[in-house]
Structure formats: structure tokens, C-alpha cells
RNA sequence: UGGGGCGUAGGUCAACUGGCAGACCGCCUGACUGUUAAUCAGGAAGUUGAUGGUUCGAGUCCAUCCGCCCCAGCCA
């Protein structure tokens, strides 16, 4: 017997052979001398049939304290049985009981709420709906790391303890030796720029962090964010990146996590349609198309929850919304020079109403403008020093983009809120488990 | 941080203008040789988020506090 424990998911190629099943018991039934208990190993299930004239007593009688989550090892037969869910089952002959499980364990196959849900994250991992959303993110980080390497980027680790900078808004900040407080990183945008003038194209891939308090389906105050940065691309050059890139990602999915997707229910005909190239449109003329709709956006405002989701619906793909007001946006990014009120920049929102998904924008290369913009932002000047720096020796035209990861898996995977795609999800009112 | 909503058994929820604390699921006991969220019979299970007030009487009304959900802002 080559392997007499394999993954329930190779159970068919074992047809006939007597092999043992490594896992955790997800459901009991009984029916008097015949008794049922699927077995989830992560891989997929497998159900057990117990028949009691046809086992020794004592392993007959051990069935009875098989509660829900027990950890097992099951020796059995295996057979192709179209009634079984998982279509495979184990004809019993040995059962061995690893770690019992209390009765109160809380998770039952019903209904419910996302508080109790999240307070017990550590068993709710284990149902089968969180496994196609984690396979989906799996998928997706890989299909990233991929798709940059078929490029020719480096990875890149950008820091993750950092002295004030990046974005303006809230910092988590703690007690850092004798330096006063450290900070940690809203951003690696700022390293990967200096990347870029080292090695051309870079990514990072890393956790971020938010102290806003925003209470909202799209928000966590710790997130995953992919932030590409290459020199030489303008701002033309850094769109078609992006779609791409999304596009990339979306085909993979589609193409490998078919199963997953529709465990979820997910409708893919809104995803088959994401190919390049996105829709363009400038803010201005977003002002101008959200007004004649009714909004009251006026020029200079950020747009809202509202209006992007008004703005999609009139596309049947993800939309570039380009060159925003200077003051709504940060003061790295590069002045347009067809209008100098805008920078160059995109906010990159997904259909359905999921929002933006990236945020990208040409990176000022001259000096004395960033300086001056720095100054105007109140900045601390001292502290952007080496970021300054790469101005002044060799600078360059550069592009990036940064993509919030939780955001992404969300949309491709058609659910509601962010917080059911990370593992442990860190949000204003969570902070366990 | 604003606006709205909610908090009752381990879970999901009922309980009319204030009048005996309920159902289903789960759990326990028993029956059943192919179950699919098995079925059938029986049983245990409650400081109604907390404190105070109004009342003959409060899950229900009032005040304060605590916790959560949704929407908005900020952003990815």
C-alpha cells in the first residue's frame, strides 16, 4: 500500500483499497444499527458507514462518542457511492479517536450572526464556505506573485515599523527605543519608489495598517495591499497595467477556482466580462455625467459611496476615474500639466458596486515641486529627506498603484463584506481572536 | 465621529394597547439496517445586556451606561 492515509480528495483513486482518513468529524447520524459520520480532513469530505454486525463491539460502541469535531483516524474500505456526499465513502472496520470534542462546541450547521460567527473565527474557518473563499485568495495571491514574475518584478520587502510617513491619515504609533514613537506602515509606496530607481520594476506585498475609524464594508484596520512601482511608465503606461493586471486575475480565478465560485453562488458573468480595456474618464467629466444624474457632487469633492456606484453602473467592466482634484489626493502624486488644478492619477473601481480597488498615480519626479507640495501638505521636511533624495540624484519618471487585496477577493468572490476574506479580521470593535 | 436599528435559552428568533418566559435547531434519554440539516417519542436548558425609575404588575414604558449591526465620512 503506497499510501494508506491519503487527502479525501484523492479518495478515487484509492476505490478498493482499505486505507485510513485523518480528521475531523462534521456530522452524525444514526439509524439503529447503521450509522453515518462524515469526516472533513481540509481537503474535502468523506462520509463513514458503520454497520454493527459487520464491526467488533468495542469499535461499534466507540461510534457513540463522535461529536462534532472530534479528531479521528477511520480505516475503512473505500467505495464509490453516488448517495455519499463527497460521492465516496469508507466502509468502517477501525476507528480511532484522537481528540474528543465537548458537546458545546458552538458552530452547528444552521444560521448564524456575523458577531457570534466572528467571535468564534478559530472554528468558523473550519466550514466549507470559508475553505472556497480562502482557496479563492489563494488563488489570487499566487496569480499575483505570478503574473509579476512572468514580468521580470522583484518582490520587494518594504518595512513595516516606520517613522512617520506615507498618507495622512491615522497612524497606530508605539514606544521605539530611544527614538521616540515608531509607526506602522499605511504604505510601502514610498520604499518601493526607491526600489524602483535600484531594480525598474517592483512589487511589494505586505500587511498595512489604518488607525480610521470607519465602521464600513469595505474598511479594516489591518489589510493586504500589492503595490507595484516602475520606472520609466507615465500614467497611460500605469492604467494598462492595472487592467492587466485585474484582468490576470480575474482569468485565473475563473479558470481554476470554477468549484470554489460556485459554492459561493457567485454569478461569474459580470467577472468574464473584465478584460482590458477598462473604461476612462476623467474626473471633470465624472463631475459633469454624476451631476446631469442627479448628484450633488460639485467640482473639487471627492467622489462618494454613492456617486462611484452610480458611475459604474453605467459600464459593464471596471472603471478608470483619472486625473483628480490636487487637493483631493496626496502630495506625492504629479501635477497634469493639460490642467494643473489635477494630478495624474486613477482610482481604479470595480463593477457591482464593490468600489475601488486601486488607487494609482504617476509620482512627482521634480524636486523643488515636491518639496514645495510637501511644505503646502505641512509635512515635516527633515523626515522626507531620503525621499527627496531620490529627486535630486538620477530622478525619473515613475508610476504605481496599490491594490487593496481583501477588496479584490471580495469582489471576485461576489461577498458583501471584507471582513469574511482575511482569517482573522482586525476592525475597530475586533481585535480577537 | 454623525444618522438609523438591535440586544430574550448554547444558536436563530417569537411574545398584540404593560398581564403566567415561548418555538425551532442543537444537547441528553429511548426507538429505528442507507442516513443526506434523517425521522419518531420523551427530557434538561433563562439574572430577557447592566443599573436605576414609573406602575398593583415591566422582556415591553422612561433615563443612563455597555455591546453589536447597517449607512455616511476617510481610504485600498
Redesign the pocket.
Given at each position: 500500500m503506497a499510501d494508506p492515509t491519503p487527502r479525501i480528495v484523492d479518495l478515487s483513486q484509492h476505490v478498493g483499497k482499505t486505507i485510513t482518513v485523518r480528521g475531523w468529524v462534521t456530522?452524525v447520524?444514526?439509524?439503529?444499527?447503521?450509522a453515518?459520520a462524515v469526516i472533513r480532513d481540509g481537503t474535502g469530505i468523506v462520509?463513514a458507514?458503520f454497520?454493527?454486525?459487520q464491526l467488533p463491539p468495542e469499535v461499534w460502541e466507540r461510534f457513540k462518542d463522535l461529536?462534532?469535531e472530534t479528531s479521528v483516524h477511520v480505516t475503512g474500505e473505500v467505495r464509490a457511492?453516488p448517495?455519499?456526499?463527497g460521492s465516496h465513502?469508507l466502509g468502517v472496520t477501525g476507528l480511532t479517536i484522537i481528540g474528543p470534542s465537548p458537546?458545546?462546541y458552538?458552530i452547528?450547521?444552521?444560521?448564524?450572526?456575523?458577531?457570534?460567527l466572528?467571535d468564534n473565527r478559530h472554528f468558523w474557518l473550519r466550514s466549507n464556505r470559508v475553505r472556497a473563499i480562502f482557496s479563492i485568495r489563494n488563488e489570487i495571491e499566487q496569480a499575483i506573485h505570478d503574473f509579476f514574475y512572468a514580468r521580470g518584478f522583484l518582490r520587494i520587502d518594504t518595512p513595516i515599523l516606520t517613522a512617520a510617513i506615507g498618507?495622512r491619515?491615522g497612524l497606530f504609533s508605539t514606544e521605539y527605543f530611544d527614538e521616540g514613537n515608531a509607526y506602522l506602515a499605511q504604505t510601502g509606496q514610498l520604499y518601493g519608489e526607491a526600489a524602483a530607481a535600484a531594480f525598474g520594476s517592483i512589487y511589494t506585498f505586505g500587511p498595512t495598517f489604518?488607525a480610521?475609524?470607519?465602521?464600513?464594508?469595505?474598511?479594516?484596520t489591518e489589510?493586504w495591499?500589492i503595490e507595484p512601482e516602475v520606472a520609466w511608465n507615465d500614467s497611460a503606461d500605469n492604467m494598462r497595467l492595472q487592467e492587466d493586471f485585474v484582468s490576470y486575475l480575474v482569468e485565473r480565478c475563473l479558470e481554476r477556482r470554477a468549484a470554489e465560485l460556485r459554492e459561493l453562488e457567485r454569478d461569474t458573468a459580470p467577472l468574464e466580462r473584465v478584460k482590458p480595456p477598462f473604461h476612462r474618464v476623467n474626473y471633470t467629466e465624472a463631475v459633469e455625467i454624476l451631476q446631469k444624474r442627479g448628484s450633488s457632487i460639485t467640482w473639487g469633492d471627492?467622489l462618494?459611496?454613492?456617486d462611484e456606484a452610480l458611475l459604474v453602473s453605467e459600464y459593464d467592466r471596471p472603471v478608470f476615474v483619472m486625473n483628480y482634484p490636487k487637493e483631493?489626493k496626496a502630495f506625492y502624486m504629479k501635477e497634469n500639466p493639460e490642467d494643473p488644478r489635477t494630478v495624474l492619477c486613477d482610482d481604479c473601481l470595480a463593477p457591482e458596486g464593490y468600489?475601488?480597488?486601486?488607487?494609482g498615480s504617476q509620482r512627482e519626479d521634480d524636486y523643488d515641486r515636491l518639496l514645495h507640495r510637501i511644505n503646502e501638505e505641512g509635512l515635516p521636511v527633515d523626515a522626507y529627506g531620503w525621499y527627496l533624495d531620490l529627486r535630486k540624484y538620477g530622478t525619473f519618471v515613475h508610476s504605481g498603484f496599490?491594490?487593496?487585496l481583501?477588496?479584490t477577493v471580495a469582489w471576485i468572490c461576489g461577498l458583501p463584506?471584507?471582513r469574511e476574506v482575511i482569517a482573522f479580521p482586525r476592525m475597530m470593535?475586533?481585535l480577537k481572536p
Open positions: 456530522h447520524r444514526s439509524s439503529g444499527k447503521v453515518f462520509q458507514v454497520v454493527k454486525t461529536t462534532l457511492e448517495r455519499a456526499p465513502e458537546i458545546d458552538p452547528q450547521p444552521k444560521e448564524h450572526g456575523i458577531d457570534f466572528l498618507e491619515s489604518r480610521e475609524k470607519s465602521k464600513t464594508r469595505r474598511h479594516l489589510f495591499m471627492d462618494g459611496a454613492e483631493a468600489g475601488e480597488i486601486i488607487g496599490g491594490l487593496g481583501e477588496r463584506h471584507i470593535h475586533r
